[in-house]
């Protein structure tokens, strides 16, 4: 697939490795009623191609600032119908990308705000140039949490933490959000893209099959109880095991070369 999309997100896909851009850095890739309703188009056009790992990429020196104020100040009479709009394509497009298998990594190469912070910190895999910084906003300007942003963020550094970082609103630097885990590692802006693209690479060579069951048994923790969870694990292994990647793993495995999976 050619890279394509309109100029506020592009998407392309390229053995086996998905992309999608946001790319107004003119404005910090803020998320307006448009670019939503891009990115939703882009997560659609993206998974019907069945990559086997996406990355969610930025232009210009910053990720994502979250909601465009510009376009708030303009919507100020109706900002409650604004925000609906700018919400209603994002949340179900954040939702598939959630509940796909596929893995999804996150090279975030500048500062993330708002709407920007849950996009990021959606990826499976969170990777930030060391520049790069986090601020949630909501509360300094009186609104709350879109775009899983809470979710996300206390998923990773806890929910006490995140409700503090929330409710503070204070710029979070890049070593402190390593520290507490809200990425996973840090790079230099102009090592990071190289990165991102090397670990979509590699999860691209694994066994689609496995890590989509890793990712549904992961995903349903903490809330599932242990015999679900059991039962669970049972019913994907089972599947696995009847694969024809299982297989060729495992003769992989005994014949001492790196495996070949088909995606079956």
């Known amino acids: 697939m ?18 999608i851009i946001l790319q107004a850095p003119e404005r910090g890739n803020t998320l307006t009623r448009a670019t939503t309703q891009a990115f939703a188009r882009a997560v659609d056009a993206v998974l019907d191609a ?14 994502c600032a979250g909601g465009d104020i ?41 500062p993330i705000g708002g709407a920007g912070v849950g996009l990021a910190l959606s990826a499976d895999f969170v990777l930030a140039a060391t520049s790069m910084k986090l601020r949630t906003g909501y509360a300094a300007i009186g609104l709350s949490p ?10 990773r550094v806890g929910p006490i933490r995140a409700q503090q970082w929330l409710m503070l609103s204070d710029p979070i ?10 990425v996973d590692a840090l790079h230099p802006a102009e090592e990071l893209r190289d990165a991102a693209e090397a670990l979509a690479a590699r999860l691209a060579r694994c066994a689609p099959g496995s890590l989509g ?30 694969s024809g990647d299982a297989r060729e793993g495992i003769r992989a495995f005994t014949e001492k070369r790196a495996p070949r999976f088909g995606g079956d």
Request: hydrophobic content about 45%; aromatic content about 4%; overall charge negative.
């Open 2 to 19: 050619a890279s394509t999309g309109t100029d506020d997100v592009g998407f392309e896909v390229t053995d086996d490795v998905a992309r």
């Open 50 to 63: 069945r990559p086997r790992a996406i990355l969610l990429l930025a232009e210009g020196r910053m990720f």
């Open 70 to 110: 510009d376009e708030f100040i303009a919507g100020a009479d109706d900002l409650g119908a604004l925000v609906d709009a700018t919400v209603v394509p994002l949340h179900p497009a954040m939702l598939k990308l959630h509940e796909s298998p596929v893995p999804v990594v996150a090279a975030v190469n500048g």
């Open 146 to 155: 879109d775009a899983g942003t809470a979710y996300y963020l206390a998923r």
């Open 173 to 182: 630097d890049a070593k402190t959000c390593l520290l507490h885990g809200a």
């Open 213 to 242: 069951a890793i990712k549904t048994l992961c995903a349903g923790l903490p809330g599932r109880n242990l015999a679900d969870h059991l039962d669970l694990e049972h019913h994907l292994l089972v599947e696995r095991a009847r």
